[in-house]
């Protein structure tokens, strides 16, 4: 589970490349959130948009990392496909969230 | 009809694998929402066989999945312990932020029909899934404060 980190004026973006956040990939993607976002301050917002299969496990990760951010900072989610967005849904954990339909994109700076 | 037969060491890499071979193989051939919910009743299933029937461990599964009348259906076979009753109790409120109990409930939401049984020191699962108008309203996850 790789993750892409781009810092923009208004949020830092860190956007998942896998298809899969399931069972199999919590740990390191766990393992990698918390390395991308260290630093943040303000807004943190996850880009799903590569994942088209969510367990309760993936989900359980997504619920989780919010305790491993900086203090101060929030994280909200962007980009769900169908299947992911189901989940949430299912779940009501589209409660809980700020859920963007697409990432809100800002001028990017060097990060 | 017979879509899917799976047998493996369950860990969630070959539960993963499995799933992969399932989503690419016969379940191709169904609407996709029919498909992404036996693929995720079926996760959540295999996932907890490999977590709490051989606690983290390895042993042998076998997953099947076969169309009855329209309906797909599943069964899931391990050597483990006794896994959670998925049935009852696992109800909780989304605003306390819960990281885990997620899986039983959406065994339960995604499935009209859930047995489970313990058979010549097997433990055998048997689902139906839920048809579609039944499946996304989530009520059985909450809490209700009246």
């Known amino acids: 589970m790789e993750l892409s980190i781009i810092q923009t004026t208004q949020a830092r973006v860190v ?14 993607f766990k393992d990698r959130f918390r390395a991308a976002v260290a630093d943040a301050e303000g807004r943190v917002i996850l880009d799903l948009g590569s994942v088209n299969f969510l367990d309760s496990s993936g989900l359980g990760a997504i619920v989780a990392v919010r305790r491993l951010l900086p203090e101060g ?28 339909p697409v990432v809100p994109i800002g001028p990017a700076t060097a990060h | ?7 493996f060491l369950a860990d969630p890499l070959a539960v993963r694998a499995a799933l992969v071979r399932i989503e690419g193989g016969p379940l191709a051939v169904l609407a996709p ?7 995720l009743v079926m996760a959540e299933v295999l996932n907890n066989v490999a977590e709490h029937a051989y606690g983290g461990g390895h042993g ?17 076979l391990d050597k483990g312990v006794v896994p959670p009753v998925f049935t009852r109790g696992n109800r909780y409120d989304p605003a306390t932020l819960p990281e885990g109990g997620f899986g039983l409930g959406l065994i339960r939401v995604l499935t009209e029909r ?33």
Do not use: Y
């Open chain 2, 114 to 146: 859930l047995v489970q049984r313990r058979r010549l020191g097997c433990n055998v699962l048997d689902f139906r899934l839920a048809g579609h108008n039944a499946q996304d309203t989530g009520d059985s996850f909450l809490i209700r404060h009246n």
């Open chain 2, 1 to 7: 009809m017979l879509l899917a037969h799976e047998k």
């Open chain 1, 15 to 28: 956007a998942t490349t896998a298809a899969r956040l399931d069972a199999a990939g919590v740990l390191a």
């Open chain 2, 33 to 39: 929402a029919q498909r992404e919910t036996a693929l």
């Open chain 2, 60 to 76: 042998p599964v076998s997953a099947s999945l076969w169309l009855c009348h329209g309906q797909l259906c599943g069964r899931v």
């Open chain 1, 73 to 100: 900072v929030v994280l909200e989610l962007a980009a769900l496909t169908p299947p992911v967005e189901r989940v949430f849904r299912l779940t009501r954990m589209d409660s809980v969230f700020t859920i963007h």
